[in-house]
């Protein structure tokens, strides 16, 4: 049974810090590229980062900079360390693994960025 279950999301003040995690299970993380997704209230879901199973990493422009990919694949879990967070990042953050044309979702952790 495949699972990606999402971890580390919650309540932050602007330019405070918080990582995300992503523990996977139920397939062959190692094979997988891995990716951060997020959506706004009102908004599509959008690519935030992404991580190939080599290691190299990839940022959207509007989180390059502030917002850290990594994997782990002793552990089949993908980070994202997100600094200098503002209230425009509050959204629903989602991993997101995918090999060719498969793909799998967890069900995804609520970051807010509020004083």
């Known amino acids: 049974q495949v699972q990606l279950v999402e971890s580390g999301g919650g309540l932050v003040q602007p330019g405070g810090s918080l990582r995300l995690s992503c523990a996977a299970s139920g397939f062959i993380f190692s094979l997988y590229t891995m990716n951060w997704y997020r959506q706004a209230p009102g908004k599509q879901r959008e690519l935030v980062a992404s991580?190939?199973?080599?290691?190299?990493?990839d940022y959207t422009d509007s989180w390059k900079g502030r917002f850290t990919i990594s994997r782990d694949n002793a552990k089949n879990t993908v980070y994202l360390q997100m600094n200098s967070l503002k209230p425009e990042d509050t959204a629903v953050y989602y991993c997101?693994?995918?090999?060719?044309?498969?793909?799998?979702w967890g069900q995804g952790t609520q970051v807010t960025v509020s004083s």
């Open positions: 997101n693994a995918r090999f060719n044309s498969i793909a799998f």
């Open positions: 991580i190939t199973r080599g290691g190299s990493s």
